[in-house]
């Protein structure tokens, strides 16, 4: 399938994304529609080449331009490959979206400090570390995009490492938001419902959980990685600049009700 028959919105032609998590779920979804209009995204990934592999296929089937790039965020040496990869495929860095996120789905006080800083680096820490490293990179009118959840704000079963990660996410946005700002550079945060990807699939009471939300969810149905995708475009259009230091909720109305 040619380019010209998928990429009919071109608003983001020139423009270079980087989504950390970028190849699977949310992430993945966020690399495609960025991409379908027109900006290159370099996608970051950690460890699953096979997700990489069919994100590069469905890019090349479409033309569209999208480069993986496998490296550990966490991991000091390698986090600075990953910042040579993307300084040598591009001069300027239009958007970064933090997909990325891990964690260990467990009560509050059975976790150990080694769950807490694993959860953190890859949640938090990782992406203090990549904006620090490219926001000479960025020019006015970029963005900075990271992914939240409910479990930030209120009490998840089995989510406290996660939740509190996302917690201290959270506030360490709304200081970039606030710093930002005057550079003309907007940042915000995505705060989807429960949304069907492997993640879910990690909590020990997934169908429970699932069935639980739907019944909660005033339209009927689970947030999927493609309304997340479509509301992170959005915040990356000029239309979007006044917006800034805001989580947008996308859960179909269950925060309604809860």
Same mark, same amino acid.
């Given at each position: ?40 995204? !370099? ?11 069919? =994100? ?16 550990? =965020? ?38 150990? !400090? ?15 570390? !990549?904006?620090?490293? =490219? ?58 419902? !429960? ?26 149905? =689970? ?36």
């Amino acid at each position: 399938m040619k380019s010209s028959s998928i990429n009919s919105n071109n608003l983001f032609n020139g423009k270079t994304a980087i989504i950390t998590g970028g190849t699977r779920g949310i992430g993945r979804a966020v690399s495609l529609k960025l991409a379908r209009q027109g900006a290159k995204v !370099l996608a970051l990934y950690g460890r699953d080449s096979k997700s990489a592999s069919e =994100l590069d296929q469905i890019a090349k089937n479409e033309e569209l331009k999208i480069v993986c790039i496998k490296g550990d =965020l966490c991991n000091e040496e390698k986090f600075s490959l990953v910042i040579d990869t993307i300084k040598s495929q591009t001069s300027s860095v239009d958007f970064i979206v933090h997909c990325a996120a891990s964690g260990v789905h467990r009560d509050a006080l059975d976790l150990t !400090l080694k769950h807490l800083r694993w959860t953190f680096e890859i949640n938090v820490f990782a992406i203090h570390n !990549l904006l620090q490293n =490219l926001i000479e990179m960025m020019p006015k009118g970029s963005r900075v995009i990271g992914v939240t959840s409910s479990g930030g704000t209120r009490v998840i079963p089995y989510y406290a490492a996660v939740g509190s990660s996302k917690g201290a996410l959270e506030s360490l946005f709304r200081h970039y938001a606030y710093e930002l700002a005057p550079k003309g550079i907007s940042v915000n945060l995505v705060c989807p419902g !429960l949304v069907l990807t492997d993640a879910v699939d990690a909590f020990p009471d997934r169908e429970a959980r699932v069935d639980k939300a739907k019944a909660a969810t005033p339209t009927g149905e =689970l947030v999927v990685p493609e309304d997340v995708a479509e509301t992170v475009a959005f915040l990356c259009e000029p239309r979007s600049h006044q917006i800034i230091g805001q989580t947008l909720v996308i859960d179909g109305g269950k925060t309604l009700l809860s």
